[in-house]
Each structure stands twice: as structure tokens, then as C-alpha cells.
């Protein structure tokens, strides 16, 4: 079954501090992984996907394929960073995949 | 560019009663999704259309709900009757060609059912 696991329902870190997020997948296929973010009373937005390799807002994902994670990392978190963040997964490859959402992970940043 | 439009923003309702939500997506987006998201939980899809094909609706529930997106712009999501547990942030997104995988979200229609 495809799956998407966020371990953490919180991640509470002081500004400057490392931040990791976690994420594993279930996928039988070859996956497409994705970050997406809610800031506090905005809407859901993509932050990163695995195939850019790219660095956003400082932060980076790698795609493991032997330990099936994609762990989201920012070597000096801020305080504007904190918000809701989704690991999904796309279920169908191509251009238009049907998203697999993780439960998410609260980052809450402190002063 | 406006992004996508949903409304209502908020709605109450009492149970068995009908609710209806609207969603247009980005002008030029020709596939659209339905997620729900309940409380503490990942958005999960209801419905994918392409145009006005729905592509993908595994996972609406058919008794009591139903989903149309007759020009292949704007689509309705309808639910009759509502139950107690349809509680949830019903959120709408679109994708477009050049987009590869991006979806655009909607602020989203939080519904209450009493």
C-alpha cells in the first residue's frame, strides 16, 4: 500500500538550531516526492520536490530509496519558519499525479 | 493571479441537511482535485478531474456525495445528506501542464455539521 509516514506531530527547535523533519514512504513504484507547507493562515503550498534537488528557504530534501525517507533539513532554523509541514508522495508518476499526504509535522521555532 | 477561489469559507450546518462548495481553479489549470482534511489530519483525495472527466474518484463516497465540473472550469462538491463525522476542511486544487506535479491550493471551505 503507498503510504506516507511523518513520525513527528511536533518538532519544537530555538532559532539557529539544526531542524530535520522526517518523512518515510511506502511506494512500489518509482516515487515522486514532495514538501509542502502551511504557514499560519495561509494556504497549502509546495515548498520542495525531490526531482529539483534545489535548496528552499535554506532548506533541502534528499530522496533515500534504501531507507524510503525524505527528510527535510535546514541547518539554522528561523523563526518564520515555523508552520505545518506535509511530506506527499505522488501515486501516479507522469505530470499529474494524485498526492499522498503524511499527517504532517508542526515546526514551531522559538526566539 | 488570483489563485484558487473556493467558497464558501465557512459553513454550519445541521445533520442531514445538504452543503454544496465551490471551487474555480487558476485560469488555464486543466485538472482538478477535491481533498478533504480532517482535524490533525493530511489532506486525502476525494476526486481528480481532467477537464471535466473525473479521472479518479475512488475515494469519494458515492452514497452521499457528488462532484461536477460540467465546462471544465469551475467544479461543485455536494454532499446529501451531511453526517456528523463529514466535519472537515474540504480543500480545492489545480494543476497545470507547465506545473509538472504543482498543485495550487485553495484557502479551503471548514465545515461544521451540528
Known amino acids: 500500500a503507498q503510504r506516507v509516514t511523518q513520525p513527528e506531530k511536533l518538532l519544537s527547535v530555538f532559532k539557529g538550531a539544526p531542524v530535520e523533519l522526517k518523512c518515510n514512504y511506502s511506494?512500489?513504484?518509482?516515487?515522486?516526492l514532495f514538501w509542502y507547507v502551511q504557514y499560519s493562515r495561509q494556504r497549502l503550498q509546495l515548498l520542495l520536490r525531490?526531482?529539483s534537488r534545489e535548496s528552499i528557504k535554506g532548506f533541502t530534501a534528499d530522496l533515500n530509496k534504501g531507507e524510503t525517507s525524505f527528510h527535510l533539513k535546514k541547518p539554522f532554523a528561523q523563526e518564520e519558519d515555523s508552520a505545518m509541514y506535509y511530506c506527499?508522495?505522488?501515486?501516479?508518476?507522469?505530470?499529474?499525479?494524485?498526492?499522498?499526504f503524511g499527517k504532517g509535522t508542526k515546526l514551531s521555532v522559538k526566539p | 493571479e488570483a489563485g484558487v477561489v473556493q467558497s464558501p469559507r465557512y459553513k454550519i450546518i445541521e445533520k442531514k441537511q445538504p452543503v454544496a462548495f465551490w471551487c474555480n481553479p487558476i485560469?488555464?489549470?486543466?485538472?482538478l482535485y477535491w481533498y478533504r482534511q480532517n482535524l490533525g489530519q493530511g489532506p486525502e483525495l476525494l476526486i481528480r478531474?481532467?477537464?471535466?472527466?473525473?479521472?479518479?474518484d475512488s475515494q469519494l463516497p458515492k452514497d452521499r456525495f457528488s462532484a461536477e465540473r460540467l465546462k471544465g472550469v469551475d467544479s461543485t462538491l455536494k454532499i446529501q445528506p451531511a453526517e456528523l463525522g463529514d466535519s472537515a476542511v474540504y480543500l480545492c486544487?489545480?494543476?497545470?501542464?507547465?506545473?509538472?506535479?504543482?498543485?495550487?491550493f485553495g484557502p479551503g471551505t471548514r465545515l461544521t455539521v451540528l
Open positions: 486544487a489545480s494543476s497545470g501542464t507547465s506545473s509538472y506535479n504543482e498543485q495550487f
Open positions: 511506494y512500489s513504484g518509482s516515487p515522486e
Open positions: 525531490h526531482i
Open positions: 506527499a508522495l505522488s501515486s501516479n508518476g507522469g505530470s499529474q499525479g494524485n498526492l499522498i
Open positions: 485560469s488555464g489549470h486543466n485538472t
Open positions: 478531474y481532467e477537464n471535466e472527466e473525473a479521472v479518479d
